[in-house]
């Protein structure tokens, strides 16, 4: 396919409510949360914003100057801008969208599980202290753990096979309002409890005396990971940009979209949180067990356990579109394989994939490596393939392919760009560097 036929987004609109839905995802209202809980609160947030708008937004305005200089999918684009080696690093970025989803699919699923549950029982049991073992019993169930993520991996392959315009643009400008209202309901149902207060001083009041080593690494790889960024996503949807769009406040305006959201989550979480005495470092089980807690205790808890799920569906399968969309790209692309092809095959093998990772969490599939498969393909994607596609992307624009990646960055001149030489030196330096820390730690660990 030429770049000339390529499909293209409708409107700056649709192309900013799709790239925040990319980044959008249970990163930021599963994962931010606790990550915050488990790191004292306000000093993290601090430097969790730090981080995101310096080397965030230049990993991403990086990824989205090479996707629309090539106007390709993320091989295609490092194929065509240098060759060589550098498609290998696009690979990465499809196999590690393919392996993200695989399981990503699976905890999505729960959230659909969990809005049904919300009106059938879920209240209840939660109401008697038993929402752990309701979690527990759900996800050791193969047959709904796999239905759930069947529904979930369904609407996500809908949505990629009706394309760019029908699709992706359409869905995404009806979730992204929808989750943002969404969060406004939560928000002003939370800090309206009795006891909110104390939440939102853990959130907002800064205790630096909590900040360690250890907090600056997951302030790293939160942000970096919540930006959906090293997988190539931001890349294939830059190569649907017009040449007209200013790509600074794109990035901009996604990073700001993105951490916005994160930043929202934590004020629907934290006042309920600490309102019902829970505990704020509860770690991944905040979400399916804690606040279900917390929900059987507020007045209409099942209409507001409904709206959180919901919200996490939203936010979950407008990210799921996008690791799709890398892997359909490729085929189209390179292959020539015609977009409901590549949409439904890819899908399934996808789906396939994320079996064992469904069985792995209720003891039903053997551990790999001495992991839960599901660990393991998290382990493999966050850990290696999105740091390393991090620091390859960086050194590309900013050593590589400077002169390109200046050249889209400043629209050939036409956009002025305050910030490109700050930019420039963190792509070359900072960004690789931050992300080899987050790398090594994360091998190691």
């Not at 690494?217 to 990971?225: E, K, N, P, R, T």
């Not at 977009?339 to 003891?363: T, Y």
Request: glycine share 12%; hydrophobic share 55%.
């Amino acid at each position: 396919m030429s770049t000339n036929d390529r499909e293209q987004w409708g409107s700056r609109l649709g192309f900013i409510m799709a790239a925040a839905g990319s980044a959008v995802g249970l990163g930021n209202i599963w994962r931010f949360p606790y990550v915050t809980g488990m790191n004292g609160g306000g000093a993290f947030v601090l430097i969790y914003l730090l981080i995101v708008f310096t080397i965030g937004a230049s990993v991403m305005l990086a990824e989205m100057a090479i996707g629309r200089g090539a106007g390709l999918n993320a091989v295609g684009s490092f194929k065509k801008l240098r060759g060589g080696a550098w498609p290998l690093v696009g690979w990465m970025g499809v196999i590690a969208g393919f392996i993200i989803l695989s399981f990503y699919g699976v905890v999505a699923g729960w959230t659909i599980a969990y809005m049904i549950k919300s009106f059938t029982g879920l209240m209840e049991v939660a109401a008697q202290g038993k929402a752990g073992d309701a979690f527990g019993a759900f996800v050791s169930n193969p047959t709904q753990v796999i239905l759930y993520q069947a529904i979930f991996m369904l609407g996500t392959i809908w949505i990629v096979f009706r394309g760019i315009g029908e699709g992706i643009e359409k869905y995404c400008k009806v979730m992204m309002p929808a989750l943002f209202l969404l969060l406004l309901v939560l928000i002003v149902r939370a800090v309206t409890l009795d006891g909110a207060m104390k939440g939102l001083e853990f959130y907002l009041k800064p205790d630096f005396s909590k900040v360690t080593g250890k907090t600056i690494l997951d302030a790293l790889g939160q942000g970096f990971f919540s930006l959906s960024l090293g997988m190539g996503c931001m890349i294939t949807y830059g190569s649907y940009l017009s040449k007209d769009e200013a790509l600074p406040s794109a990035a901009f305006t996604v990073t700001f979209l993105d951490t916005m959201v994160a930043f929202l989550a934590g004020f629907a979480i934290f006042p309920a949180v600490f309102a019902f005495n829970m505990e704020p470092a509860a770690g991944p089980g905040l979400t399916f067990i804690t606040l279900p807690s917390v929900f059987s205790k507020m007045p209409m808890g099942a209409f507001f356990s409904f709206v959180f799920f919901l919200l996490l569906f939203f936010a979950a399968i407008t990210s799921s579109v996008s690791l799709l969309e890398v892997c359909v790209a490729y085929f189209k692309d390179e292959l020539g394989w015609d977009r409901a092809k590549a949409s439904w095959i890819l899908g399934l093998l996808i789906f396939l994939l994320g079996i064992p990772s469904a069985l792995s969490l209720g003891g039903h599939f053997p551990k790999v490596l001495g992991k839960d498969f599901l660990d393991l393909m998290d382990y493999l994607s966050s850990n290696v393939l999105l740091p390393l596609g991090g620091i390859f992307i960086s050194i590309f624009a900013g050593w590589i392919w400077l002169d390109g990646a200046r050249a889209e960055a400043t629209s050939n001149g036409r956009v002025q760009f305050a910030f490109e030489t700050a930019w420039v030196w963190i792509c070359r330096v900072v960004a690789p560097l931050a992300v080899a820390i987050i790398f090594i730690k994360g091998v190691k660990g």
